[in-house]
């Protein structure tokens, strides 16, 4: 990869927000509106409230929640210790290393007693080193939880998507839950080369991350009229890629993902006492494991 300075002029000139990311249903969001992402996440120190390994322990809520999904090393804990620019979320390269649903209250105390004004979800991996239970009690929090805004699928763009993916977003289609796809690790397809990558060969990168997306979009809304399909918007980002200011590739486009998801984009919102729901509640006929 080039020299930071190199890195941030080659990416200035050709990794617009448009090109990084791709919208075909939703618009892409102005320099203001990313500006304004950082400021809900950045300020103030995540805290991770608790953690647990069955839906029945998890604990009610008043505010709303997005869950992070993906396969064993597709990169989730480092893209959230990027999206929330912490430590808090484990890394290995070990497959299995997150166990457990963990709940990280975000954006700072939202006035009424929470410890934050949204929970980010840290879910253990699907695939290598997983556990069937883990599916089981993933899905069950998936389909019963009403304070869950939206699922995000992390998928590697070098491997693309596997049949574990295809058959968690048909679930997800199935059982009705707002999801998007993002692409994780983004750099390996953009600044593939030596450090004397050129802007042409960074053109052609882009070209081929666009391509990448085209065949992404193709499988996450298939028209098998299933149930409601993916967000026509797919993000690509790195959380290993460093530019200017200590922003990650394509981070900011993330957070504001997920302010909007969970309906705080423009105003906070609180859930309603009926949003609340319990085990007893859960549609279990529908709940399909990983």
């Known amino acids: 990869m080039p020299p930071k300075s190199v890195l941030n002029s080659l990416?200035?000139?050709?990794?617009?927000p448009s090109t990084l990311a791709y919208h075909w249903d939703t618009p892409v969001p102005t320099q203001s509106q990313l500006r304004r992402a950082d400021d809900f996440f950045l300020p103030f120190q995540p805290l991770l409230l608790y953690s647990t390994d069955k839906f029945q322990t998890v604990q009610q809520s008043a505010i709303p929640e997005v869950a992070f999904l993906g396969r064993s090393n597709v990169g989730k804990s480092s893209l959230l210790n990027g999206l929330m620019r912490t430590k808090l979320c484990h890394t290995s390269k070990r497959p299995g290393r997150t166990k457990t649903m963990n709940f990280i209250a975000v954006g700072g105390p939202d006035g009424m007693g929470n410890a934050g004004r949204m929970m980010v979800l840290d879910m253990p991996g699907y695939g290598?080193?997983?556990r069937v239970e883990w599916g089981a009690q993933i899905m069950k929090y998936l389909v019963g939880r009403?304070?869950?805004?939206?699922?995000?699928?992390?998928?590697?763009?070098?491997?693309?998507l596997k049949s574990s993916d295809e058959m968690l977003l048909q679930?997800?289609?199935?059982n009705a839950i707002s999801h998007q796809v993002i692409l994780s690790k983004v750099d390996r397809i953009l600044f593939t080369g030596t450090k004397s990558l050129s802007e042409e060969q960074l053109q052609s990168n882009v070209a081929r991350l666009r391509q990448i997306y085209e065949?992404?979009?193709a499988?996450?809304?298939p028209g098998q009229s299933d149930g409601p399909e993916a967000l026509g918007e797919i993000i690509g980002c790195s959380a290993d890629t460093k530019l200017d200011r200590g922003r990650r590739l394509g981070m900011d486009q993330v957070r504001w993902a997920v302010l909007t998801a969970a309906g705080l984009g423009n105003e906070k919102r609180k859930l309603s006492p009926s949003d609340l729901v319990g085990e007893d509640e859960i549609r279990a006929s529908s709940i399909k494991r990983l």
């Not at 679930?171 to 199935?174: P, T, V, W």
């Open 171 to 174: 679930s997800l289609r199935e």
């Open 219 to 221: 499988k996450i809304q």
């Open 128 to 130: 290598k080193g997983s």
């Open 215 to 217: 065949g992404v979009r």
């Open 146 to 160: 009403r304070q869950l805004r939206r699922a995000f699928v992390l998928v590697d763009p070098l491997h693309g």
């Open 11 to 16: 990416i200035a000139k050709n990794v617009l």
